[in-house]
C-alpha cells in the first residue's frame, strides 16, 4: 500500500511544474502590464506635446473652448480603453491560473482515487463497508469540486459580461457628455 519512490518524485515533480508554470502566467501579465503603463506613458507624452503646441497658438475664447473639448475626447476613451485593457490581462491571468488550479484538482483527486483502490485491494476481509463508504466520500466530494468549479466559472462569465456592459455604458454616457459640450460650445459660438 506503500507509494513508490518512483511515483513520489513524479508526483512532486508535477507539483513543481504547476507553480513554475503559476509564476510564469504571473510575470507574463506583470510584464503585459508594465509594457502597457510603458505605451500609456510615451502615448502621453507624445499628446502633451501636441497640445502644448495647439494652446501656443490660441487666440480667442472659442479657440480654447474647442481646444480643452478635443483634449477631453481622447482622455476619456484612452482611460477606458487603459481599463478594458488591464481588466483583459488580469482576466487572461485569472482564467490560466483557474485552468491550472483544475487541472491540479483533477491531478488530485485521480490520486485519492488510486488512493482508495489501493486501500480496497489490501484491506482485511470484513472492511467492505468502510472502503464502500470511503467510496461514497469521494464521490460526494467530486460532486461537490465540479459543482464548486462550475460555479466559479459561471460567476467569473457573469462579472466578464457585467463588466463589458458597464464599460459599454460608461463609453456611450463619456460619448453623450462630449456632445453636449459640443452643443454648448456651439451655443456659445452663435452668441
Request: a negative charge.
Amino acid at each position: 500500500m506503500s507509494v513508490s519512490t518512483q511515483q513520489f518524485i513524479e508526483k512532486q515533480q508535477r507539483n513543481l511544474e504547476n507553480v513554475i508554470t503559476a509564476q510564469n502566467h504571473l510575470f507574463s501579465g506583470f510584464e503585459k502590464l508594465v509594457n502597457l503603463n510603458i505605451d500609456l506613458f510615451k502615448s502621453s507624452l507624445d499628446d502633451i506635446s501636441a497640445k502644448s503646441q495647439q494652446i501656443s497658438g490660441v487666440q480667442d475664447v472659442q479657440q480654447a473652448a474647442t481646444l480643452v473639448n478635443d483634449v477631453a475626447k481622447p482622455s476619456a476613451e484612452k482611460a477606458l480603453n487603459y481599463s478594458k485593457s488591464v481588466y483583459g490581462i488580469f482576466s487572461d491571468m485569472q482564467k490560466q491560473i483557474s485552468q491550472l488550479a483544475e487541472k491540479q484538482i483533477a491531478d488530485n483527486q485521480q490520486q485519492a482515487v488510486e488512493l482508495v483502490e489501493q486501500i480496497a485491494k489490501y484491506s482485511p476481509t470484513g472492511s467492505e463497508g468502510g472502503v464502500a463508504l470511503l467510496k461514497a466520500g469521494l464521490v460526494a466530494s467530486s460532486n461537490v469540486t465540479d459543482t464548486i468549479l462550475k460555479a466559479s466559472r459561471q460567476a467569473a462569465d457573469l462579472h466578464e459580461a457585467n463588466v463589458s456592459a458597464a464599460a459599454g455604458a460608461a463609453f456611450k454616457t463619456a460619448e453623450q457628455a462630449a456632445e453636449v459640450v459640443d452643443k454648448n460650445i456651439a451655443r456659445a459660438r452663435k452668441q
